[in-house]
């Protein structure tokens, strides 16, 4: 039987300015491959985690620029620990700096639960328009945040209190690949191009206020530059922090957080088991001024097993996708034997991390049209020799299998392999979804999916996305048992996006010069659902079989001569009992 040890942490606890980094990182280093159940419990209060205190250590975290900035500043660092629950028992954590609020790496039966994190300081530039002429505007920045004009742009950061040191620092647009506005007035947001950010064609910027500034222009401002629109843009080129990192873990269970901001990325789970999200919101700080959630994702799934199960969370003003769940195709470079290959990660953004483990089950896919090899048999995995290790660089591994493997694998870069052991179940249930310029839920698994009773709004582009592809972001796999439920949708009008934007788009990236029937998803069900819209269509499939769609109601308030349900290359599809008005 497990001894139950508490640790109590106070606000008396505190060092200078308000810092618990130190004092609370000793705590979980006693905590280390513990036997018995731990607790720690916090005094109500307001917490501070700077980062020259954080822990700095290498991590390469999927979806992100970690080839390039490895090194992560760890606030929370919770490694090689079982049987924790870590009750914050509704305190505000306060990060300072570029750092991972949350690091769970190797431990088991981890709860967290009751309390809020953000950043006074975020990596995202908000500019809201005061007030408007032809050739100028001034805007409102948030209050608390670091910036001054330098060398005529305006310079904004995060410095260190102890030593004035900069943290972080970017000009201008920073390192934007966009530039995404929030319009107050609709409640619409949306990306755009950077020739129209605030810094496009300016010539003068002046500092009128703490927080506010004014530009002056070449050309007069187009009507995007309305009174009380956001412009928001973050050094998106470089993901290189992690909102928080859960990796090589089991039976997590979040519950009552709410995440005011994550820099870098968002919330990645990677390679675990069993991780549970209950009653979380991703959403602004009410008493902010600010309203971006989050550099890119929310929740990120890249690699998971057991069951992902999330409910009764909140999601709003991330700006990239409020969830994805995927797994990874690793690329097959070479046959080095008939038991053995040596595979590799393809997108610059996927690294470095574990892919495989021994007795792992793999399956065996052509990169030309998605068909399985010997007809999805399944090969065990023996032994790996993983990325970074007995001379294997950050993109590759080496991988022994129990059996022989087909002769056709050795048509080296035309096939690749999935770790279906890594594949989840998944459970989405009562979320909202919120004024997003990207997706509500993108997800591709081959176990049971289901996702019900949710209320997507004011998303900018197709609200449940499902791909699968091994010619880009290499995000597998295919879905063979998903049912959506009892959601709502409201697609709203959006005249910037111009790709496909409906309610639900199934979208398998099948290369092109394919012309034969390839069905890479199948076992679809849509039902009872009620789809408000504006425009697009409700449903866009291909290369999909087994689709159902019945009792669902579709109320069309655009164009009535667009289509509601559009299948290309399909088979086996049954619609039904769905009401039209």
Same mark, same amino acid.
């Given at each position: 039987?497990?001894?139950?040890?508490?640790?109590?942490?106070?606000?008396? *606890?505190?060092?200078?300015?308000? *810092?618990?980094?130190?004092?609370?990182?000793?705590?979980?280093?006693?905590?280390?491959?513990?036997?018995?159940?731990?607790?720690?419990? /916090?005094?109500?209060?307001?917490?501070?985690?700077?980062?020259?205190?954080?822990?700095?250590?290498?991590?390469?975290?999927?979806?992100?620029?970690?080839?390039?900035?490895?090194?992560?500043?760890?606030?929370?660092?919770?490694?090689?620990?079982?049987?924790?629950?870590?009750?914050?028992?509704?305190?505000?954590?306060?990060?300072?700096?570029?750092?991972?609020?949350?690091?769970?790496?190797?431990?088991?039966?981890?709860?967290? +639960?009751?309390?809020?994190?953000?950043?006074?300081?975020?990596?995202?530039?908000?500019?809201?328009?005061?007030?408007?002429? +032809?050739?100028?505007?001034?805007?409102?920045?948030?209050?608390?945040?670091?910036?001054?004009?330098?060398?005529?742009?305006?310079?904004?950061?995060?410095?260190?209190?102890?030593?004035?040191?900069?943290?972080?620092?970017?000009?201008?647009?920073?390192?934007?690949?966009?530039?995404?506005?929030?319009?107050?007035?609709?409640?619409?947001?949306?990306?755009?191009?950077?020739?129209?950010?605030?810094?496009?064609?300016?010539?003068?910027?002046?500092?009128?206020?703490?927080?506010?500034?004014?530009?002056?222009?070449?050309?007069?401002?187009?009507?995007?530059?309305?009174?009380?629109?956001?412009?928001?843009?973050?050094?998106?080129?470089?993901?290189?922090?992690?909102?928080?990192?859960?990796?090589?873990? +089991?039976?997590?269970?979040?519950?009552?957080?709410?995440?005011?901001?994550?820099?870098?990325?968002?919330?990645?789970?990677?390679?675990?088991?069993?991780?549970?999200?209950?009653?979380?919101?991703?959403?602004?700080?009410?008493?902010?001024?600010?309203?971006?959630?989050?550099?890119?994702?929310?929740?990120?799934?890249?690699?998971?097993?057991?069951?992902?199960?999330?409910?009764?969370?909140?999601?709003?003003?991330?700006?990239?996708?409020?969830?994805?769940?995927?797994?990874?195709?690793?690329?097959?470079?070479?046959?080095?034997?008939?038991?053995?290959?040596?595979?590799?990660?393809?997108?610059?953004?996927? =690294?470095?991390?574990?892919?495989?483990?021994?007795? *792992?089950?793999?399956?065996?896919?052509?990169?030309?049209?998605?068909?399985?090899?010997?007809?999805?048999?399944?090969?065990?995995?023996?032994?790996?020799?993983?990325?970074?290790?007995?001379?294997?660089?950050?993109?590759?591994?080496?991988?022994?299998?129990?059996?022989?493997?087909?002769?056709?694998?050795?048509?080296?870069?035309?096939?690749?392999?999935?770790?279906?052991?890594?594949?989840?179940?998944?459970?989405?249930?009562?979320?909202?979804?919120?004024?997003?310029?990207?997706?509500?839920?993108?997800?591709?698994?081959?176990?049971?999916?289901?996702? #019900?009773?949710? !209320?997507?709004?004011?998303?900018?582009?197709?609200?449940?996305?499902?791909?699968?592809?091994?010619?880009?972001?290499?995000?597998?796999?295919?879905?063979?048992?998903?049912?959506?439920?009892?959601?709502?949708?409201?697609?709203?009008?959006?005249?910037?996006?111009?790709?496909?934007?409906?309610?639900?788009?199934?979208?398998?990236?099948?290369?092109?010069?394919?012309?034969?029937?390839? /069905?890479?998803?199948?076992?679809?069900?849509?039902?009872?659902?009620?789809?408000?819209?504006?425009?697009?269509?409700?449903? =866009?499939?291909?290369?999909?079989?087994?689709?159902?769609?019945?009792?669902?109601?579709?109320?069309?308030?655009?164009?009535?001569?667009?289509?509601?349900?559009?299948?290309?290359?399909?088979?086996?599809?049954? !619609? #039904?009992?769905?009401? /039209?008005?």
């Amino acid at each position: 039987m497990m001894n139950l040890i508490t640790y109590g942490i106070k606000l008396s *606890d505190k060092g200078q300015y308000g *810092d618990i980094t130190q004092h609370l990182n000793k705590i979980l280093e006693k905590c280390c491959d513990n036997t018995d159940e731990i607790r720690i419990e /916090f005094e109500k209060g307001e917490y501070h985690f700077y980062e020259e205190y954080c822990k700095k250590e290498t991590i390469y975290a999927s979806n992100t620029d970690s080839h390039k900035f490895p090194e992560k500043n760890i606030a929370i660092n919770i490694h090689r620990i079982k049987n924790l629950t870590f009750d914050g028992c509704g305190s505000e954590f306060i990060m300072h700096g570029k750092v991972v609020p949350f690091k769970v790496t190797e431990s088991e039966n981890i709860v967290i +639960k009751n309390l809020s994190w953000d950043f006074p300081s975020p990596t995202v530039l908000e500019m809201t328009v005061k007030s408007k002429s +032809k050739f100028s505007a001034e805007y409102t920045l948030p209050k608390n945040m670091m910036w001054d004009i330098k060398n005529s742009k305006l310079h904004w950061y995060d410095k260190s209190p102890f030593t004035n040191k900069i943290y972080w620092e970017e000009y201008n647009n920073g390192e934007s690949y966009c530039n995404v506005i929030y319009d107050e007035q609709n409640n619409s947001i949306c990306r755009h191009n950077l020739n129209v950010s605030p810094f496009n064609m300016a010539v003068k910027l002046k500092r009128t206020s703490q927080n506010t500034v004014k530009i002056n222009y070449i050309k007069p401002l187009s009507d995007l530059y309305k009174l009380t629109n956001s412009f928001q843009m973050c050094p998106s080129k470089k993901r290189d922090c992690v909102g928080s990192f859960f990796c090589d873990s +089991k039976n997590i269970l979040v519950e009552n957080v709410q995440v005011h901001y994550m820099p870098g990325f968002g919330w990645l789970v990677q390679m675990c088991e069993n991780v549970s999200f209950i009653s979380c919101d991703f959403m602004p700080d009410k008493n902010s001024d600010r309203m971006c959630t989050s550099f890119a994702d929310l929740i990120h799934v890249s690699g998971a097993k057991g069951k992902i199960h999330i409910e009764k969370c909140n999601f709003s003003h991330a700006h990239d996708d409020a969830i994805n769940i995927h797994g990874t195709y690793t690329r097959i470079k070479k046959m080095l034997n008939n038991k053995t290959l040596l595979l590799e990660y393809v997108h610059h953004q996927q =690294n470095g991390f574990v892919q495989y483990h021994p007795d *792992d089950k793999v399956v065996f896919y052509c990169r030309k049209n998605f068909s399985v090899v010997d007809d999805e048999k399944e090969f065990t995995v023996k032994s790996v020799t993983n990325p970074l290790c007995c001379g294997n660089n950050v993109k590759e591994m080496v991988v022994e299998f129990y059996e022989d493997l087909p002769t056709v694998l050795s048509d080296s870069l035309q096939y690749v392999c999935e770790n279906i052991t890594y594949t989840p179940e998944v459970y989405i249930g009562s979320c909202s979804f919120d004024t997003i310029p990207t997706r509500g839920i993108l997800c591709t698994t081959r176990k049971e999916v289901i996702i #019900e009773n949710n !209320t997507f709004d004011r998303l900018t582009m197709a609200i449940i996305y499902l791909s699968n592809d091994c010619n880009d972001w290499y995000e597998s796999g295919p879905i063979h048992n998903m049912t959506i439920r009892g959601n709502k949708f409201y697609v709203r009008k959006s005249s910037v996006f111009k790709g496909k934007k409906g309610a639900i788009l199934i979208e398998p990236i099948v290369a092109q010069s394919v012309s034969e029937e390839v /069905f890479v998803h199948s076992n679809i069900t849509i039902e009872n659902n009620v789809f408000y819209m504006e425009h697009d269509n409700v449903i =866009n499939a291909e290369n999909t079989k087994n689709i159902a769609i019945k009792n669902n109601e579709i109320y069309t308030l655009g164009d009535e001569n667009t289509e509601a349900f559009v299948f290309e290359k399909c088979k086996n599809i049954t !619609t #039904e009992n769905n009401l /039209f008005k």
